[in-house]
């Protein structure tokens, strides 16, 4: 099992940026491709992007690519999410989640999954 811990998020001016990080403990890091979905309120759950477990392979929304960038350090056990030129619409709560299954733009592939953390852009 998994357990990830969620940081990051806050507030942030439309056209501002924003860094979210999501640390893994208990089985090896490694192991795990590392995906991060948000969902805004009325809203379902989305993919956003997911990097694969070296690193190695990322894939991206539509919504956020050119924008946000996802990374890894596998050293320390953490994923990250950098969030740059962001728009109200991104508000949301931002999850990782961990899977070593396929079909990694679906949230039904994950196993493990963070706390959440909220992320509000003003206009």
């Not at 806050?10 to 056209?15: H, K, P, S, T």
């Not at 590392?34 to 919504?63: C, H, L, N």
């Not at 740059?84 to 961990?98: F, N, Q």
Request: include cysteine; hydrophobic fraction near 30%; charged fraction near 15%.
């Amino acid at each position: 099992q998994v357990h990830l811990v969620e940081s990051g998020g806050g507030l942030v001016q439309a056209g501002g940026s924003l860094s979210l990080s999501c640390t893994g403990f208990g089985r090896t890091f490694t192991w795990y491709n590392m995906g991060w979905f948000r969902q805004a309120p009325g809203k379902e759950r989305e993919f956003v992007g997911v990097i694969g477990w070296s690193g190695g392979t990322t894939v991206y929304a539509d919504s956020v690519k050119g924008r946000f960038t996802v990374s890894r350090d596998n050293g320390k056990n953490t994923a990250y999410l950098q969030m740059m030129s962001l728009k109200p619409e991104d508000t949301a709560v931002y999850y990782c989640a961990a899977t070593q299954k396929s079909g990694l733009t679906h949230d039904y592939a994950y196993d493990y999954w963070g706390q959440g953390t909220q992320v509000t852009v003003s206009s």
